[in-house]
């Protein structure tokens, strides 16, 4: 068990739609990491926040958006679902920028 | 823009056997990463390289950093069946404080 929780485990919702995936993180870590894990597209870096604040951006779709809150759990957000979005979702978290993350068990998301 | 290439990415070996593999990168990194992930399962940190020349090993797994030719191997002695994961390294952080991760290693250790 790394420490990080992920909520929920899986998901299965209509194109169209929005869902929220929630992270919280390893106990005095300060960031959070999201990943979007699909067979084609391997590990893509979504977002990263430290200590509230946004860090750095990777490939993240408009459609999705992000944030961390005071008592540092972490929310993506996804909107208008596509079927493309079908994935398995990392969140992971560390106690600094760029120290060894660990992850959560991930969301598996299924678009139908 | 920071990349990381793994190779090979599918790997089937026999039990008994050592092999390699390797993470190249594109651009200066401080530190170097090895993740293992089970299929349908969370990634799992196996090693964290911070300099030049660095090597670590736990059990049948040893991972090395070569800074300069920036390549990092992670070489596998006497491969068990346990061993079946996929393998990722990643790089970080970069200047915009991202950790890349290559396409992962998938290692089939056949009994």
């Known amino acids: 068990d790394s420490g990080v929780t992920q909520t929920p485990k899986h998901l299965i919702t209509a194109t169209g739609q929005r869902v929220t995936l929630r992270c919280s993180p390893r106990s005095g870590d300060l960031s959070v990491y999201w990943y979007q894990q699909s067979l084609d597209q391997g590990l893509q870096f979504l977002i990263q926040?430290?200590?509230?604040?946004?860090?750095a951006k990777g490939n993240i779709l408009e459609r999705f958006s992000a944030q961390q809150f005071p008592d540092l759990h972490s929310e993506l957000n996804l909107s208008s679902l596509e079927l493309g979005d079908s994935a398995l979702y990392f969140c992971a978290s560390s106690d600094g920028v760029g120290t060894e993350a660990f992850f959560g068990q991930g969301t598996r998301l299924t678009v139908v | 823009e920071l990349k990381v290439e793994q190779n090979p990415l599918f790997l089937s070996m026999q039990e008994g056997k050592n092999y390699t593999i390797y993470c190249n990168y594109s651009?200066?990194?401080?530190?170097l990463y090895w993740y293992r992930q089970d299929p349908g399962k969370s990634l799992e940190s196996l090693f964290v390289l911070l300099s030049n020349g660095a090597v670590k090993q736990e059990g049948r797994l040893m991972a090395s950093l070569d800074t300069k030719a920036r390549l990092s191997t992670l070489h596998i002695t006497a491969a068990v069946h346990d061993l079946s994961a996929t393998y990722f390294c990643?790089?970080?952080?970069?200047?915009?404080?991202?950790?890349?991760f290559g396409k992962g290693t998938r290692l089939h250790i056949l009994p």
């Open positions: 990643a790089v970080g952080p970069t200047r915009d404080d991202k950790i890349i």
């Open positions: 651009t200066t990194s401080d530190r």
């Open positions: 926040y430290y200590n509230g604040e946004e860090r």
